[in-house]
């Protein structure tokens, strides 16, 4: 069953950092796209940034530059480093399969989890 499973959320203040994980089992996870997704309260869920099997990555254009994406395949594990954290990054950040941008396994979204950044 694919399952993905997020953490390292809280509560900082702007321009404080946290580092996010995201755990996937029941894909092949080596040859999968992975991205970073968030929904913000009363907003869509949004694209975040991606990372293919060759480590090749992609950000949208209001975290360039202050988030990095990364993967570690012998754990199954793909991260969010995220600095310079600002007010409008709040959110329940998800991860899921990508395929251009897109969730994949749209079915199994794991809990999220919740970013708060204070002004």
């Known amino acids: 069953q694919v399952q993905f499973v997020e953490s390292g959320g809280g509560l900082v203040q702007a321009g404080g950092s946290l580092r996010l994980s995201c755990a996937a089992s029941?894909?092949?996870?080596?040859?999968?796209?992975i991205g970073w997704y968030r929904q913000a309260p009363g907003k869509q869920r949004e694209f975040v940034a991606i990372i293919n099997a060759a480590g090749s990555t992609r950000y949208i254009d209001s975290v360039k530059g202050r988030f990095t994406i990364s993967r570690d395949n012998a754990k199954n594990t793909v991260y969010l480093q995220m600095n310079s954290l600002k007010p409008e990054d709040t959110a329940v950040y998800y991860c899921?399969?990508?395929?251009?941008?897109?969730?994949?396994?749209?079915?199994?979204w794991g809990q999220g989890t919740q970013v708060t950044v204070s002004s």
């Open positions: 899921n399969a990508a395929l251009g941008g897109s969730a994949v396994y749209t079915r199994n």
């Open positions: 029941g894909i092949a996870f080596g040859f999968n796209t």
